[in-house]
């Protein structure tokens, strides 16, 4: 799951960046308005952290402009100021939860968690294909109840796979969203990646549509 976060101050934006790295996260971030109004509108998230006092352009401002384009990428707001009137605001502008400052870092990662689930139509925090399951606050996989053992890219592709279940998915879709913008891409690493993971998932699990991508089977 790739995250956009914006954030002006640098110990926070550091903090952020090192938290949803070790949760697995591909992270991109953005200073000031501006940086986030241009990565918004041109690179796929599945959500995004967004402060609202910015440079440049504010944060409110940033969120309107991109519901304006119709970007509907996930939003949480980070201010400052614990006050219901900007809380309201941010909500009426388009975001989908907001965290007053300070905050501590496990709710705002369980919220996160909460509005990528809750985007991807998933109301439960484990997310379940047949005998597969991810539990989103662990990281933990499992197949017939037993543990299987993945790499990084490897959980970060049956993530994506697994909260767009029964949905075609491309390889460039895939690479745009388990690698970070200014990563050296290569999307015929996915290949490699879905060869293992089909080697530890049930047999039929990861289908390959011909000139299309990938679809994650779920039995009925």
């Avoid at 501006?34 to 402060?51: K, T, V, W």
């Avoid at 870092?105 to 509005?115: H, T, Y």
């Amino acid at each position: 799951m790739r995250i956009l976060i914006v954030e002006d101050e640098p110990t926070i934006n550091a903090q952020l960046v090192a938290s949803l790295k070790d949760e697995s996260y591909v992270v991109d971030c953005a200073t000031d308005g501006r940086q986030a109004l241009f990565l918004g509108l041109n690179e796929p998230y599945d959500a995004i952290i967004l402060d609202l006092g910015l440079p440049h352009m504010d944060g409110i401002s940033v969120l309107k402009s991109w519901r304006d384009a119709a970007i509907t990428t996930p939003v949480i707001i980070l201010t400052a100021r614990d006050n219901w009137n900007e809380k309201v605001i941010g909500i009426d502008a388009g975001a989908d939860d907001y965290l007053a400052k300070p905050f501590r870092m496990e709710e705002l990662l369980a919220r996160l968690r909460a509005i990528i689930r809750r985007a991807a139509g998933h109301a439960t925090p484990v997310l379940s294909c047949g005998t597969i399951e991810l539990h989103t606050k662990t990281g933990k996989v499992s197949v017939d109840g037993l543990t299987i053992s993945l790499t990084s890219h490897e959980f970060k592709v049956l993530s994506y796979l697994m909260h767009h279940q029964q949905e075609l998915v491309s390889r460039t879709v895939l690479t745009e969203h388990i690698y970070a913008q200014d990563f050296d891409r290569d999307s015929n690493t996915i290949e490699v990646f879905i060869g293992r993971l089909r080697k530890k998932l049930p047999p039929g699990s990861i289908e390959t549509v011909r000139g299309g991508g990938y679809r994650l089977v779920c039995p009925s």
